[in-house]
Protein backbone atom coordinates (compact mmCIF):
# COMPACT_ATOMS: atom_id res chain seq x y z
CA UNK A 1 0.00 0.00 0.00
CA UNK A 2 2.82 2.37 -0.31
CA UNK A 3 2.43 3.63 3.95
CA UNK A 4 5.91 4.75 4.12
CA UNK A 5 6.27 6.62 0.42
CA UNK A 6 8.57 9.66 -0.03
CA UNK A 7 9.88 8.15 3.72
CA UNK A 8 14.05 8.30 3.84
CA UNK A 9 15.46 5.66 6.27
CA UNK A 10 18.82 5.12 7.75
CA UNK A 11 18.76 1.15 8.02
CA UNK A 12 21.96 0.72 10.45
CA UNK A 13 22.45 -2.72 11.80
CA UNK A 14 25.09 -3.81 14.64
CA UNK A 15 26.14 -7.02 15.42
CA UNK A 16 24.15 -10.07 15.97
CA UNK A 17 22.88 -13.02 14.09
CA UNK A 18 19.22 -11.10 13.75
CA UNK A 19 21.37 -9.52 10.97
CA UNK A 20 19.46 -12.48 8.75
CA UNK A 21 16.47 -10.76 9.24
CA UNK A 22 17.55 -7.04 8.46
CA UNK A 23 17.69 -8.29 4.83
CA UNK A 24 13.81 -9.00 4.48
CA UNK A 25 13.55 -5.76 6.73
CA UNK A 26 15.29 -3.93 3.63
CA UNK A 27 12.65 -5.31 0.86
CA UNK A 28 9.64 -4.61 3.21
CA UNK A 29 10.48 -1.28 3.62
CA UNK A 30 11.47 -0.59 -0.25
CA UNK A 31 8.05 -2.34 -0.98
CA UNK A 32 6.38 -0.22 1.46
CA UNK A 33 7.64 2.74 -0.80
CA UNK A 34 10.57 3.91 1.43
CA UNK A 35 14.40 4.70 -0.23
CA UNK A 36 16.32 2.79 2.62
CA UNK A 37 20.31 3.89 3.10
CA UNK A 38 22.27 0.84 4.66
CA UNK A 39 25.14 1.74 7.40
CA UNK A 40 26.47 -1.21 9.21
CA UNK A 41 29.08 -1.70 11.79
CA UNK A 42 31.82 -4.34 11.53
CA UNK A 43 30.43 -6.73 13.71
CA UNK A 44 27.13 -6.35 11.58
CA UNK A 45 29.47 -7.02 8.71
CA UNK A 46 30.44 -10.58 10.27
CA UNK A 47 27.13 -11.61 9.79
CA UNK A 48 25.77 -10.25 7.19
CA UNK A 49 27.77 -8.73 3.87
CA UNK A 50 27.09 -5.56 2.83
CA UNK A 51 26.75 -6.89 -0.75
CA UNK A 52 23.00 -8.36 0.01
CA UNK A 53 22.34 -5.27 1.51
CA UNK A 54 23.48 -2.99 -1.54
CA UNK A 55 21.32 -5.27 -3.69
CA UNK A 56 18.11 -4.82 -1.65
CA UNK A 57 18.21 -1.72 -0.75
CA UNK A 58 19.88 -0.16 -4.50
CA UNK A 59 21.98 1.76 -2.48
CA UNK A 60 26.12 1.13 -1.78
CA UNK A 61 25.73 0.52 1.86
CA UNK A 62 28.12 2.66 4.55
CA UNK A 63 30.48 1.41 6.71
CA UNK A 64 33.29 3.57 8.30
CA UNK A 65 33.26 7.09 9.10
CA UNK A 66 36.41 7.69 6.68
CA UNK A 67 34.47 7.07 3.54
CA UNK A 68 35.79 8.76 0.69
CA UNK A 69 32.53 8.93 -1.35
CA UNK A 70 31.29 11.73 0.38
CA UNK A 71 32.68 15.33 -0.99
CA UNK A 72 32.87 16.86 2.12
CA UNK A 73 34.21 13.35 4.00
CA UNK A 74 31.09 13.58 6.44
CA UNK A 75 29.04 10.70 6.12
CA UNK A 76 27.49 10.96 9.51
CA UNK A 77 26.58 14.58 8.66
CA UNK A 78 24.99 14.15 5.40
CA UNK A 79 23.51 10.53 6.03
CA UNK A 80 21.88 11.96 9.21
CA UNK A 81 20.52 15.06 7.72
CA UNK A 82 19.03 13.56 4.73
CA UNK A 83 16.80 10.65 6.98
CA UNK A 84 13.14 10.88 7.90
CA UNK A 85 14.34 8.61 10.50
CA UNK A 86 17.66 6.36 11.59
CA UNK A 87 15.97 2.09 12.47
CA UNK A 88 19.05 0.31 14.03
CA UNK A 89 17.97 -2.79 13.26
CA UNK A 90 19.29 -5.19 14.65
CA UNK A 91 20.06 -3.02 17.80
CA UNK A 92 23.10 -4.80 20.23
CA UNK A 93 22.96 -4.53 23.38
CA UNK A 94 27.04 -3.40 23.07
CA UNK A 95 25.53 -0.58 20.43
CA UNK A 96 22.63 0.33 23.27
CA UNK A 97 25.51 1.00 25.52
CA UNK A 98 27.68 2.96 22.91
CA UNK A 99 24.78 4.79 22.46
CA UNK A 100 24.43 5.43 26.22
CA UNK A 101 28.07 6.90 26.72
CA UNK A 102 27.44 8.93 22.95
CA UNK A 103 30.61 7.35 21.61
CA UNK A 104 31.59 8.19 18.27
CA UNK A 105 34.21 5.87 16.99
CA UNK A 106 32.45 4.33 13.89
CA UNK A 107 29.95 5.30 11.77
CA UNK A 108 26.78 4.20 12.94
CA UNK A 109 26.82 5.63 16.59
CA UNK A 110 28.81 8.91 15.38
CA UNK A 111 25.48 9.40 13.13
CA UNK A 112 23.39 8.33 15.38
CA UNK A 113 25.17 10.66 17.88
CA UNK A 114 25.10 13.63 14.97
CA UNK A 115 21.68 13.36 13.72
CA UNK A 116 19.71 16.88 15.03
CA UNK A 117 17.84 15.40 17.80
CA UNK A 118 14.67 17.43 16.83
CA UNK A 119 14.20 16.23 13.73
CA UNK A 120 15.55 13.02 13.04
CA UNK A 121 13.72 10.02 15.72
CA UNK A 122 16.22 7.14 16.32
CA UNK A 123 14.46 3.98 16.67
CA UNK A 124 16.01 0.95 17.87
CA UNK A 125 15.08 -2.56 17.62
CA UNK A 126 16.95 -4.34 20.20
CA UNK A 127 18.17 -8.00 19.54
CA UNK A 128 19.87 -10.65 22.16
CA UNK A 129 20.67 -12.76 24.36
CA UNK A 130 17.47 -13.47 26.88
CA UNK A 131 20.33 -13.24 30.13
CA UNK A 132 21.80 -9.80 28.29
CA UNK A 133 18.73 -8.20 27.94
CA UNK A 134 17.34 -9.36 31.35
CA UNK A 135 20.69 -7.74 32.60
CA UNK A 136 20.71 -5.12 35.27
CA UNK A 137 22.98 -3.19 32.46
CA UNK A 138 20.99 -3.71 29.62
CA UNK A 139 17.91 -2.07 31.18
CA UNK A 140 20.06 0.45 32.83
CA UNK A 141 21.29 1.44 28.94
CA UNK A 142 17.70 0.97 27.92
CA UNK A 143 15.99 3.73 29.84
CA UNK A 144 18.73 6.09 29.85
CA UNK A 145 18.81 5.97 25.37
CA UNK A 146 15.24 6.20 25.91
CA UNK A 147 15.49 9.05 27.98
CA UNK A 148 18.21 10.53 25.44
CA UNK A 149 15.21 10.48 23.19
CA UNK A 150 15.65 7.31 21.27
CA UNK A 151 12.51 4.67 20.46
CA UNK A 152 12.65 1.30 21.93
CA UNK A 153 10.88 -0.56 19.64
CA UNK A 154 10.47 -3.76 21.99
CA UNK A 155 11.75 -7.20 21.93
CA UNK A 156 9.96 -10.67 20.65
CA UNK A 157 10.18 -13.56 22.90
CA UNK A 158 10.69 -17.33 22.08
CA UNK A 159 13.42 -19.61 20.40
CA UNK A 160 17.02 -17.85 20.54
CA UNK A 161 19.46 -18.89 17.96
CA UNK A 162 21.78 -19.75 21.24
CA UNK A 163 19.11 -22.29 21.96
CA UNK A 164 17.89 -20.78 24.81
CA UNK A 165 13.94 -19.52 24.87
CA UNK A 166 12.89 -15.62 26.40
CA UNK A 167 12.77 -12.31 25.66
CA UNK A 168 15.51 -10.72 23.42
CA UNK A 169 14.47 -12.14 19.87
CA UNK A 170 14.24 -8.89 17.43
CA UNK A 171 11.23 -8.16 15.86
CA UNK A 172 9.41 -10.15 13.04
CA UNK A 173 10.50 -7.70 9.63
CA UNK A 174 6.69 -7.18 9.06
CA UNK A 175 6.14 -6.30 13.21
CA UNK A 176 8.86 -3.53 12.78
CA UNK A 177 7.51 -1.98 9.42
CA UNK A 178 4.32 -2.12 11.49
CA UNK A 179 6.01 0.05 14.02
CA UNK A 180 7.58 2.16 11.59
CA UNK A 181 4.29 3.51 9.82
CA UNK A 182 2.20 3.97 13.10
CA UNK A 183 5.35 6.17 14.05
CA UNK A 184 4.95 8.49 11.46
CA UNK A 185 1.02 8.47 11.63
CA UNK A 186 -0.60 11.68 12.80
CA UNK A 187 -1.61 11.40 16.97
CA UNK A 188 -5.49 12.27 16.57
CA UNK A 189 -6.47 10.35 19.49
CA UNK A 190 -3.35 10.95 21.37
CA UNK A 191 -4.43 9.75 25.41
CA UNK A 192 -7.95 8.68 24.31
CA UNK A 193 -8.62 5.11 24.91
CA UNK A 194 -10.62 2.88 22.36
CA UNK A 195 -12.63 0.00 23.01
CA UNK A 196 -13.77 -1.97 19.68
CA UNK A 197 -15.88 -5.19 19.48
CA UNK A 198 -15.59 -6.95 16.11
CA UNK A 199 -16.02 -10.23 14.46
CA UNK A 200 -19.36 -12.05 14.65
CA UNK A 201 -20.82 -13.93 17.44
CA UNK A 202 -20.91 -17.77 18.44
CA UNK A 203 -24.15 -18.60 19.85
CA UNK A 204 -23.77 -22.74 21.15
CA UNK A 205 -26.81 -24.88 20.43
CA UNK A 206 -24.73 -27.94 21.97
CA UNK A 207 -21.65 -28.75 22.78
CA UNK A 208 -20.24 -28.97 19.17
CA UNK A 209 -22.94 -26.60 17.17
CA UNK A 210 -24.25 -23.48 16.79
CA UNK A 211 -24.85 -20.15 15.45
CA UNK A 212 -22.86 -18.11 13.67
CA UNK A 213 -22.17 -15.80 10.67
CA UNK A 214 -19.92 -15.08 7.92
CA UNK A 215 -17.97 -11.46 9.85
CA UNK A 216 -14.65 -11.61 9.40
CA UNK A 217 -13.45 -9.16 11.82
CA UNK A 218 -11.09 -7.64 9.77
CA UNK A 219 -12.60 -4.03 9.20
CA UNK A 220 -12.77 -3.75 13.13
CA UNK A 221 -9.55 -4.88 13.65
CA UNK A 222 -8.45 -2.61 10.99
CA UNK A 223 -9.80 0.27 12.65
CA UNK A 224 -7.75 -0.88 15.80
CA UNK A 225 -4.82 -0.67 14.21
CA UNK A 226 -5.31 2.62 12.72
CA UNK A 227 -6.87 3.74 16.42
CA UNK A 228 -3.94 2.44 18.32
CA UNK A 229 -1.52 4.21 14.82
CA UNK A 230 -3.18 7.40 15.93
CA UNK A 231 -1.83 7.07 19.62
CA UNK A 232 -4.83 5.78 21.06
CA UNK A 233 -4.91 3.42 24.15
CA UNK A 234 -7.12 0.51 21.86
CA UNK A 235 -8.47 -2.92 23.69
CA UNK A 236 -10.18 -4.97 21.19
CA UNK A 237 -13.46 -7.25 21.97
CA UNK A 238 -13.26 -10.13 19.32
CA UNK A 239 -15.69 -13.14 18.85
CA UNK A 240 -14.08 -16.39 16.89
CA UNK A 241 -11.98 -14.85 14.09
CA UNK A 242 -8.87 -15.89 12.18
CA UNK A 243 -7.43 -12.26 12.29
CA UNK A 244 -4.07 -11.49 13.37
CA UNK A 245 -4.02 -8.47 17.12
CA UNK A 246 -2.18 -5.33 15.35
CA UNK A 247 0.90 -4.69 17.12
CA UNK A 248 0.27 -2.59 20.68
CA UNK A 249 -3.55 -3.42 20.46
CA UNK A 250 -5.25 -5.30 23.70
CA UNK A 251 -7.35 -8.73 22.47
CA UNK A 252 -10.16 -9.92 24.42
CA UNK A 253 -11.55 -12.96 23.17
CA UNK A 254 -14.94 -14.39 23.48
CA UNK A 255 -17.61 -16.33 21.77
CA UNK A 256 -21.42 -15.62 22.72
CA UNK A 257 -23.29 -12.02 22.84
CA UNK A 258 -23.40 -12.57 26.38
CA UNK A 259 -19.43 -12.68 26.68
CA UNK A 260 -18.77 -9.93 24.70
CA UNK A 261 -21.52 -7.85 26.47
CA UNK A 262 -19.31 -8.73 29.88
CA UNK A 263 -16.40 -8.04 28.42
CA UNK A 264 -17.67 -4.22 26.75
CA UNK A 265 -18.97 -3.64 29.96
CA UNK A 266 -15.66 -4.18 32.54
CA UNK A 267 -13.64 -1.88 29.90
CA UNK A 268 -16.25 0.24 28.79
CA UNK A 269 -15.57 2.36 32.07
CA UNK A 270 -12.64 4.05 31.16
CA UNK A 271 -13.27 4.37 27.44
CA UNK A 272 -13.93 7.80 25.68
CA UNK A 273 -14.77 6.30 22.36
CA UNK A 274 -16.64 3.00 21.22
CA UNK A 275 -16.55 1.22 18.15
CA UNK A 276 -19.15 -1.85 17.76
CA UNK A 277 -18.35 -3.39 14.72
CA UNK A 278 -19.04 -6.73 15.45
CA UNK A 279 -22.21 -8.30 14.24
CA UNK A 280 -23.54 -9.52 17.51
CA UNK A 281 -26.43 -12.50 16.71
CA UNK A 282 -29.85 -11.19 17.21
CA UNK A 283 -30.94 -14.03 18.95
CA UNK A 284 -29.13 -17.12 20.63
CA UNK A 285 -30.91 -20.13 21.48
CA UNK A 286 -32.94 -20.45 24.66
CA UNK A 287 -31.56 -23.41 26.27
CA UNK A 288 -28.01 -24.67 24.83
CA UNK A 289 -27.71 -28.40 25.38
CA UNK A 290 -24.70 -29.99 27.93
CA UNK A 291 -24.46 -32.81 25.48
CA UNK A 292 -24.34 -32.81 21.48
CA UNK A 293 -28.07 -32.99 20.35
CA UNK A 294 -28.63 -36.78 18.89
CA UNK A 295 -30.99 -37.31 16.13
CA UNK A 296 -34.01 -39.45 17.63
CA UNK A 297 -35.13 -41.61 15.26
CA UNK A 298 -38.80 -40.49 14.47
CA UNK A 299 -37.36 -38.13 11.24
CA UNK A 300 -38.28 -35.23 12.98
CA UNK A 301 -36.06 -32.12 13.42
CA UNK A 302 -35.88 -30.43 17.41
CA UNK A 303 -37.72 -27.63 18.04
CA UNK A 304 -35.94 -24.86 19.02
CA UNK A 305 -36.43 -21.61 20.84
CA UNK A 306 -34.86 -18.48 20.72
CA UNK A 307 -34.43 -15.47 23.11
CA UNK A 308 -33.00 -12.09 22.09
CA UNK A 309 -29.45 -10.63 22.65
CA UNK A 310 -28.44 -8.08 24.90
CA UNK A 311 -28.09 -4.98 22.36
CA UNK A 312 -24.33 -4.08 23.47
CA UNK A 313 -24.23 -0.49 21.00
CA UNK A 314 -27.84 0.43 22.23
CA UNK A 315 -27.29 -0.12 26.36
CA UNK A 316 -23.36 1.66 25.95
CA UNK A 317 -25.03 4.86 23.91
CA UNK A 318 -27.32 5.44 27.26
CA UNK A 319 -24.86 4.80 29.92
CA UNK A 320 -24.27 7.71 31.92
CA UNK A 321 -20.68 8.09 30.15
CA UNK A 322 -22.05 8.90 26.94
CA UNK A 323 -25.30 10.72 28.08
CA UNK A 324 -22.58 13.16 29.77
CA UNK A 325 -20.77 13.13 26.74
CA UNK A 326 -17.74 11.49 27.86
CA UNK A 327 -17.92 8.23 25.83
CA UNK A 328 -18.21 8.87 21.86
CA UNK A 329 -20.43 5.85 20.52
CA UNK A 330 -20.12 4.90 16.92
CA UNK A 331 -22.08 1.95 15.15
CA UNK A 332 -21.90 -0.49 11.97
CA UNK A 333 -24.48 -1.51 10.26
CA UNK A 334 -23.93 -4.70 7.33
CA UNK A 335 -27.10 -3.90 5.22
CA UNK A 336 -28.43 -6.19 2.44
CA UNK A 337 -30.67 -3.41 0.66
CA UNK A 338 -31.64 0.10 1.08
CA UNK A 339 -28.34 1.35 2.69
CA UNK A 340 -29.00 4.93 3.19
CA UNK A 341 -32.66 4.58 5.08
CA UNK A 342 -31.87 1.34 6.94
CA UNK A 343 -28.48 3.11 8.20
CA UNK A 344 -30.42 6.44 8.86
CA UNK A 345 -33.37 4.90 10.75
CA UNK A 346 -30.75 2.32 13.09
CA UNK A 347 -28.65 5.54 13.92
CA UNK A 348 -32.06 7.28 15.97
CA UNK A 349 -32.59 3.65 17.03
CA UNK A 350 -29.43 2.81 18.51
CA UNK A 351 -29.24 6.44 20.04
CA UNK A 352 -25.57 6.73 18.40
CA UNK A 353 -23.96 9.82 17.19
CA UNK A 354 -22.18 8.14 14.21
CA UNK A 355 -23.71 5.20 12.43
CA UNK A 356 -21.43 3.68 9.79
CA UNK A 357 -22.99 1.46 7.13
CA UNK A 358 -22.09 -1.14 4.95
CA UNK A 359 -23.51 -3.87 2.71
CA UNK A 360 -22.95 -7.32 4.43
CA UNK A 361 -22.83 -9.59 1.37
CA UNK A 362 -20.28 -7.35 -0.04
CA UNK A 363 -17.84 -7.14 2.12
CA UNK A 364 -17.87 -9.92 4.65
CA UNK A 365 -14.47 -11.96 4.43
CA UNK A 366 -13.34 -9.09 1.44
CA UNK A 367 -10.14 -6.93 1.92
CA UNK A 368 -12.00 -3.87 0.95
CA UNK A 369 -15.42 -1.75 1.66
CA UNK A 370 -17.44 1.13 0.87
CA UNK A 371 -18.93 3.04 4.05
CA UNK A 372 -21.56 5.23 4.46
CA UNK A 373 -21.37 7.84 7.78
CA UNK A 374 -24.87 8.68 8.36
CA UNK A 375 -25.00 11.47 11.41
CA UNK A 376 -27.72 13.70 12.73
CA UNK A 377 -26.65 16.40 9.55
CA UNK A 378 -26.56 14.20 6.72
CA UNK A 379 -24.18 11.23 5.10
CA UNK A 380 -21.22 11.25 3.81
CA UNK A 381 -19.57 8.38 1.45
CA UNK A 382 -16.41 6.84 1.68
CA UNK A 383 -16.25 5.48 -1.37
CA UNK A 384 -14.53 1.59 -2.07
CA UNK A 385 -11.04 0.99 -1.21
CA UNK A 386 -9.13 -1.44 1.03
CA UNK A 387 -10.26 -1.99 4.68
CA UNK A 388 -7.30 -0.40 6.02
CA UNK A 389 -7.72 2.83 4.40
CA UNK A 390 -11.38 3.32 5.01
CA UNK A 391 -10.02 2.36 9.14
CA UNK A 392 -7.95 5.35 8.98
CA UNK A 393 -10.28 7.58 6.99
CA UNK A 394 -12.80 6.66 9.64
CA UNK A 395 -10.66 7.05 12.48
CA UNK A 396 -9.30 10.46 11.34
CA UNK A 397 -13.23 11.35 10.57
CA UNK A 398 -14.51 10.23 14.76
CA UNK A 399 -11.59 12.24 16.02
CA UNK A 400 -12.79 15.06 14.91
CA UNK A 401 -15.97 14.54 16.17
CA UNK A 402 -14.05 14.27 19.88
CA UNK A 403 -14.68 17.13 22.31
CA UNK A 404 -11.27 18.82 22.56
N1 LIG B 1 -25.12 -4.49 18.03
C1 LIG B 1 -24.82 -4.73 19.34
N2 LIG B 1 -25.48 -5.68 20.03
C2 LIG B 1 -26.46 -6.40 19.44
C3 LIG B 1 -26.80 -6.16 18.10
C4 LIG B 1 -26.09 -5.20 17.42
O1 LIG B 1 -23.90 -4.07 19.88
N3 LIG B 1 -27.09 -7.31 20.16
C5 LIG B 1 -24.41 -3.41 17.30
C6 LIG B 1 -23.53 -3.89 16.17
O2 LIG B 1 -22.20 -4.13 16.61
C7 LIG B 1 -23.60 -2.73 15.20
C8 LIG B 1 -25.01 -2.19 15.41
O3 LIG B 1 -25.40 -2.61 16.70
O4 LIG B 1 -22.72 -1.70 15.56
C9 LIG B 1 -26.01 -2.61 14.41
O5 LIG B 1 -26.03 -3.99 14.30
P1 LIG B 1 -27.15 -4.72 13.42
O6 LIG B 1 -27.04 -6.18 13.64
O7 LIG B 1 -27.09 -4.21 12.03
O8 LIG B 1 -28.41 -4.10 14.11
P2 LIG B 1 -29.72 -4.72 14.61
O9 LIG B 1 -30.20 -3.84 15.70
O10 LIG B 1 -29.55 -6.15 14.92
O11 LIG B 1 -30.66 -4.49 13.36
P3 LIG B 1 -31.33 -5.49 12.31
O12 LIG B 1 -32.76 -5.36 12.57
O13 LIG B 1 -30.92 -4.95 10.99
O14 LIG B 1 -30.80 -6.86 12.59
Not at 295 to 304: F, I, M, Y
Request: hydrophobic share 45%; glycine share 8%.
Amino acid sequence: MNELAGKHIVLGLSGGVACYKAAELCRQLIKEGATVQVVMTQAAEQFITPVTMQALSGRTVYGSQWDAREPNNMPHINLSREADAILVAPCSADFIARLVQGRADELLSLLCLARPLQRVPLLLAPAMNREMWAHPATQRNLVQVAQDGAVILGVGSGDQACGETGDGRMLEPEELVEELVAFFAPKVLAGRKVLITAGPTFEALDPVRGITNLSSGKMGFAIARAAREAGADVTVVAGPVHVPTPRGVQRVNVQSALEMQAAVERHLQSASVFIATAAVADWRPAHASSQKIKKDGSGDAPTLAFVENPDILAAAAKSRQALEGHLFCVGFAAESHDLLAHATAKRVRKGVPLLVGNIGPATFGQDDNALLLVDSEGHRELPRASKRVLAKQLIEDIASRLPR
